[in-house]
């Protein structure tokens, strides 16, 4: 005799007899020992400190002010809160430099927490090749390294030193890389 289970919220379940089953069958309630629930893992630590924008941070603002290459109006950067491990805390900040074909770039690790942050990858023009420009993309961390991936291009982060940040980009003009340094 097949029968269907139906568990209930009161840890009860109703046994019904199956389609398939004799006329004789009967309805009736079996009390259900509930499983022990596995113990809870604690959330990864996320970004949870202060919000800063230029206008509320002038440290940012006079960071922001050497930059030379394009930023989205208004941006918003959140500190890692005390949960995250400083090898994360560490990527947090606005990092400028150029690749190695003379490109200026700008990284800012808008958010950054156990798993990934938000990132914006900002470049100056290419002369014949592409106009200067901005994009913003989430990032996930794999052994130690930022990775994050856009359209056209997947850009690798990695801390080199507690104030350098080496950017590998491969895009649709080729691999290349730049060792940035952290002005906020």
């Known amino acids: 005799m097949l029968i269907a289970r139906i568990l209930l919220v009161g840890a009860a379940v109703w046994t ?14 079996e009390k259900v020992v509930p499983a022990r629930p596995a113990p809870a893992k604690p959330a990864p630590a996320e ?28 941006m918003t950067l959140r500190a890692p ?3 995250v491990p400083a090898r994360v805390r560490a990527f947090y ?33 290419s002369p014949g090749n592409f106009k200067a420009g901005f994009a913003r993309a989430r990032g996930q961390f794999e052994r130690g390294v930022l990775h994050t991936k856009g359209d056209r291009r997947k850009l690798d982060y990695r801390l080199v030193g507690s104030d350098s940040l080496e950017v590998t980009l491969d895009g649709p003009f080729g691999l290349h890389r730049a060792i940035l340094t952290r002005v906020y």
């Open 81 to 83: 809160g005390a949960g």
């Open 93 to 125: 900040g606005v990092w400028t430099g150029k690749f190695e074909n003379g490109v200026l770039c700008t990284t800012v690790i808008e958010s950054i927490g156990h798993a990934g942050g938000m990132v914006i990858h900002s470049w100056g023009p």
């Open 47 to 74: 970004p949870d400190g202060p919000a800063v924008t230029a206008a509320t941070d002038p440290k940012l603002r006079a960071a922001l002010a050497k930059v030379q290459t394009p930023l989205p109006e208004g």
């Open 16 to 29: 019904a007899p199956s389609p398939h089953a004799s006329a004789q069958g009967t309805d009736k309630f």
